[in-house]
């Protein structure tokens, strides 16, 4: 009978210092990857973010937090640039490639609550400026931005329209214009596409990220504190 239980007693030590080996040696990688992998990667793509927390080389001009706008009020109430994480990260990589060339973007829209875009369409009942808001808009998913371009002393491009021109003018088929301004356009457009987005046919300043065309509306406001 001893030496039944020493024998028992002997298997048990041999599994418990067994499992030990197995757990230090786990918990020694859970420690490494913790130490190696930097925070911004644990932050699933489709979270909301603020742009200025990933790059502080945007120029801000938005326009709905100011009463310069087509709905002649502020509608937000604080200027932030809030989208999810991929499209930042398409942003801040086109807006390295302006840079590069002597530009940079400026913002004049990027995720906008539902509520807001139901003002919009009381006012501007058009799918062509305005989307309806029972469909949504990709600026209410987080994944659309309205975007200028200025040079390095800060001038904005000329883009032949003002943001928000509703007319035809404000198109990208629309020709009319100086070579100067055709140019401005097509170069902005040009980047932006290469770095993920599509254009909108008749807005010159509006860009879609394409992979963030499927997610879900918000109406989630930002912190103004
Ligand atoms: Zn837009």
């Given at each position: 009978m001893i030496d039944v239980n020493y024998n028992y007693m002997l298997h048990f030590f041999r599994i418990l210092s067994f499992s030990f080996l197995i757990f230090g040696a786990v918990s020694a990688h859970a420690q490494h990857e913790a130490y190696t992998e930097?925070?911004?990667?644990?932050?699933?793509?489709?979270t909301f973010v603020n742009l200025k927390d990933y790059s502080k080389d945007f120029v801000y001009?938005?326009?709905?937090?100011?009463?310069?706008?087509?709905?002649?009020?502020?509608?937000?109430?604080c200027a932030e640039c809030l989208l999810r994480l991929k499209t930042v990260k398409a942003l801040v990589a086109a807006n390295k490639d302006f840079i590069k060339k002597g530009y940079k973007i400026k913002l004049y829209d990027c995720y906008r609550p539902l509520s807001i875009q139901k003002k919009m369409w009381e006012i501007v009942s058009n799918p062509k400026y305005v989307a309806d808001p029972k469909k949504g808009s990709i600026h209410n998913r987080g994944g659309a931005v309205d975007i200028s371009l200025v040079d390095m002393n800060g001038k904005e491009l000329d883009m032949g329209t003002a943001f928000?021109?509703?007319?035809?003018?404000?198109?990208?088929?629309?020709?009319?214009?100086s070579k100067k301004v055709l140019s401005n356009r097509k170069f902005l457009k040009k980047i932006m596409i290469e770095n993920g987005f599509n254009s909108f046919d008749s807005e010159w300043w509006h860009y879609n990220l394409k992979a963030g065309l499927k997610d879900n509306v918000s109406n989630q406001k930002w912190n103004c504190n």
């Open positions: 930097p925070v911004q990667q644990q932050i699933a793509d489709t001009d938005m326009k709905y937090a100011t009463e310069d706008n087509f709905l002649k009020a502020k509608v937000y109430d928000d021109f509703f007319g035809p003018e404000a198109a990208h088929n629309y020709t009319n214009f």
